[in-house]
């Protein structure tokens, strides 16, 4: 059976990490372009080199290192910047993740999942599907927001005006968890989902084995 890769997305705060989370427990390949994003930029490689090369050496430390809150406090004020960094790696992250999921595929795993925050943004929805979008209340999602990263109203705002709204993914989706309620609501709800999918797909839902909901 051909590797079949389902996208996962969602607006900021919306809990895309806790439903990848529960994706693995139960034993489903879930890769995350945020990681891919920073291996994009490792220090030393060509991602990261060029975009020194525009940003200047202000988004560096002084280990060489990307500094990511300066460059986020440049490309959320700023769409022309954002346009570029994203030209700069989201090619490099494209490529990392075809290698992912070929190595993925090559292990005889028939499912797989590509957490993408900006995955209908990028167009991916057209390489990654069905999608499951997570989606949260906007009260809800600045305020875990806050509690996670620390932003102020302004810092949040920014970030999720950034993305498409989370009302307009939801009308895309193919299955949406709601995460209003609470952390066992979010597992039965990632649970149906998955169960969904493989029904939709023709995995065997049994290769994911149950866990309990605490």
Wanted: glycine content about 8%; hydrophobic content about 45%.
């Amino acid at each position: 059976m051909a590797l079949r890769v389902f996208g996962l997305t969602g607006g900021i705060g919306s809990g895309k990490s806790a439903v990848a989370q529960r994706l693995r427990a139960r034993g489903l390949p879930v890769v995350n372009a945020d990681d891919l994003a920073r291996a994009a930029v490792a220090r030393g490689s060509a991602g990261l080199e060029r975009v020194a090369d525009y940003f200047g050496p202000r988004v560096l430390t002084q280990e060489g290192e990307l500094d990511r809150a300066q460059l986020g406090q440049i490309v959320f004020s700023d769409p022309e910047a954002r346009r570029v960094l994203d030209s700069i790696i989201h090619p490099i992250v494209r490529q990392l993740a075809a290698q992912r999921f070929q190595q993925i595929g090559e292990r005889g795993e028939p499912l797989a999942c590509y957490e993408v925050p900006l995955l209908y943004e990028g167009g991916l929805d057209r390489t990654y599907h069905p999608v499951l979008v997570v989606a949260a209340p906007l009260a809800l999602r600045e305020q875990r927001i806050a509690q996670r990263d620390g932003f102020d109203a302004a810092q949040i705002a920014a970030r999720i005006a950034a993305q498409m709204p989370l009302e307009e993914k939801v009308r895309r989706a193919d299955y949406v968890i709601d995460n209003a309620g609470s952390v066992e609501e979010l597992l039965e709800g990632t649970d149906r989902a998955l169960t969904a999918l493989c029904d939709a797909l023709a995995v065997p839902v049994a290769r994911y084995p149950e866990l309990p909901i605490s």
